[in-house]
Structures are given as C-alpha cells and as structure tokens.
C-alpha cells in the first residue's frame, strides 16, 4: 500500500495541520510505502515572497521530522524537485471538466473570503491530482477539507483511464472523524489564510495569549453550561489533554464553577506540554540542517524514480513520444 500526503509552507504549521493530516500521517509510516512532500508548488497560488517559501519550507520540514516523521521509512520531499508532477498536471488538465473545478468547495470560500484568485489557485486540484496519481498512492490521509479534493482526483483518475485506458490508480481519502476539522480561535476551521491559528511551535508567550483568546460565550463562572461539546477550549483539550483529564474540566464545566481564564489556562499547560518532545528535537534538528536537506534530497530522489516511471506510463498512453 501506498500513503500519499502533502503540506504547503504557507505559513507556520498549526493544530489543524498536525491532528488533521501530520498525525495520522506519522501514525502510518509505518503500514505501507509511505511519500511525504513539502507542497511548496501548491504555496505559489497564496504565497508570492520567495524569501517567506524558502523559510516556510526549511520549518515545515523541521516540524515534520520534529513531531515524528522518519526518513528511514517514509519518503519526505519538496514537491517542485519532482518537476515532472508539473507535466502529469497538463495531461490531467485536458481530461479535466471545467466544472468540476468550479465546483470546488475550496476554491469558492477563498474567493468568498476576498482572495484573488488566479489560474493555479483554479487548477490547485488538478496539481493535487497529479501529486496523488504519479505515485500510484492508495491511501491520502487528509483533513475534511480535502475530503472534495481527492474526490476530484478519482473523478480524474477514472476518465483518464475511460479515455486512454487503465493507467492510473483511483486512490481512497483517510479521514479521522474527530480530527476532520480542528476549529481555530474564532470558532471556524483553523486555517493559516484565517489568521486563527494556533501554532504547534512558537514562542511560549505569543502561544499563550493565542489561547487565552479563544472565543467563548458570555456567561458568569458559576453558570452551568450544558453544551460543553461546543466549547472551543474543551474541544481543543480533547486533543492535547489526556481524556481523564479533559473529561474532569468538561464535566466541571457542565456543573458550572470553572471560569474560562482557568479552563484556558490549563488548556495552555497541557497544549505545551503535549509538544513538549517535539520542541526539543525540533532544536536539536534545527543546529543540523546539513541533515534536514540531505533527507529531503535523498527522498526527492526516490520520489522522482517512482514519478518517472508513472509519468512515462501516462504519456505513452496518450500517444506522447
Ligand atoms: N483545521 C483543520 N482541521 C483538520 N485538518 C486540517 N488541515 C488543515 N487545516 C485543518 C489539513 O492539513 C493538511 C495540510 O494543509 P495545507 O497547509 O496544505 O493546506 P490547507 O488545508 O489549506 O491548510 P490551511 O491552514 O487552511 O492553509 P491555507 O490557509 O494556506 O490554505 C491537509 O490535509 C488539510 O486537510
């Protein structure tokens, strides 16, 4: 089997990307021929200073080795060293209906948003599909919001092989129900383009006056509070506490008696704690970059052999020398 993920240095990584895709990314690497890559193509449709892609690259890297991904098993890379994923995407695009992109869920909310947006940001699935195709993955372990994404991929996968025949493996979308979609600090899917994240590393203070930000509801300390489930910081505690502990503030906030300076209090000690680990390999990797490029580029090396081979088989089927 074969585990395809990626991630785009857009800006610093937070809890959406860790427990929405990175985490059950790691927890498989380990199940399968596992391809991991630094999606920094796909950061050219949001990103446009050159200076913040390189940075954003090396640190998404960082983090990733740092909370757990290794290199002994999954093959961890740049998306733009295997440029051939470039040439696949215009083979795709001319088999690619205009509405199924227009479709798209997440091209429409950033245009809602007030993003401009321009020809990759359309095409961004069809790029997507071609990272996904030319390493035959079987398995995408992503957020909810990927969720349409790779159902586009299918849908391009399958006529592909309608019109050139079977080339392509239809790959299945890994969504973990609870982690579908992390909210950030106002409540919506924490995204980096909402500026509601909450970082996985950063400094403490910074950290510490995100989470004490956290949207809550008016009330009184004293107040029972029935609808818990809804509560921003016991939802983000049920990540990062352990359960009995985020069971005991849910039920304290259920019988009323927990202010919510404490609740994000302690939500902040379990968060730093949580990462704690990570932290510490993070700065032990970042004082040895000589060793974060030399895994990146032995995995684009890797990744490239297996790209070639997909690449050829697709253009020979469309009658391409
Ligand atoms: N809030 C989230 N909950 C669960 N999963 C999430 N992911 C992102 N946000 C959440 C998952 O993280 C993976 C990598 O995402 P990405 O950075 O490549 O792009 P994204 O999904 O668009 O993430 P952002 O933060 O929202 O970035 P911008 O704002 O730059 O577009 C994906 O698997 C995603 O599902």
Redesign the pocket.
């Known amino acids: 089997m074969r585990i395809l993920?990626?991630?785009?240095p857009?800006?610093a990584?937070?809890?959406?990307?860790y427990?929405?895709?990175?985490k059950p990314a790691i927890e498989l690497q380990s199940q399968g021929e596992a391809y991991y890559f630094i999606?920094d193509y796909?950061?050219m449709t949001?990103l446009f200073d050159p200076e913040a892609r390189r940075r954003y690259t090396l640190e998404v890297a960082l983090d990733f080795l740092a909370c757990g991904l290794d290199p002994r098993r999954a093959v961890f890379f740049r998306q733009s060293d295997v440029p051939e994923v470039c040439e696949l995407t215009w083979l795709l695009g001319t088999v690619t209906p205009m509405g199924l992109l227009e479709r798209c869920h997440?091209y429409k909310d950033?245009i809602a948003k007030g993003i401009s947006p321009n020809f990759g940001l359309f095409a961004y699935p069809v790029l997507m599909a071609a990272d996904i195709l030319i390493y035959d993955s079987n398995l995408v372990?992503?957020?909810?919001?990927?969720k349409q994404h790779v159902e586009v991929t299918r849908d391009i996968a399958a006529k592909f092989n309608d019109t050139y025949g079977p080339t392509f493996v239809i790959p299945e979308p890994l969504i973990r129900a609870e982690?579908?979609?992390?909210?950030?600090i106002d409540g919506e899917?924490?995204?980096?383009?909402?500026g509601n994240?909450i970082e996985i590393f950063g400094d403490e203070n910074v950290l510490r006056k995100k989470i004490m930000s956290i949207k809550m509801d008016s009330r009184t300390p004293e107040e029972p509070k029935p609808d818990a489930d809804r509560n921003l910081a016991i939802q983000l505690m049920k990540l990062v506490a352990p359960p009995e502990e985020a069971q005991r503030y849910e039920e304290r906030l259920r019988a009323g008696g927990l202010g919510y300076a404490e609740l994000k209090r302690a939500l902040f000690g379990f968060y730093w704690e949580y990462f704690a680990p990570a932290r510490k390999k993070r700065a032990e990797l970042a004082a040895n970059l000589d060793y974060v490029e030399q895994v990146l580029r032995e995995g684009a090396a890797r990744a490239r052999a297996k790209a070639r081979e997909v690449l050829d088989r697709a253009r020979r089927a469309c009658g391409l020398s």
């Open positions: 993920s990626g991630i785009q857009s800006g990584l937070h809890l959406g990307n427990f929405g895709m990175m999606a796909h950061s949001s997440s950033k372990p992503v957020g909810q919001d990927q982690v579908a979609k992390v909210p950030g899917k924490m995204s980096k383009s909402y994240t």
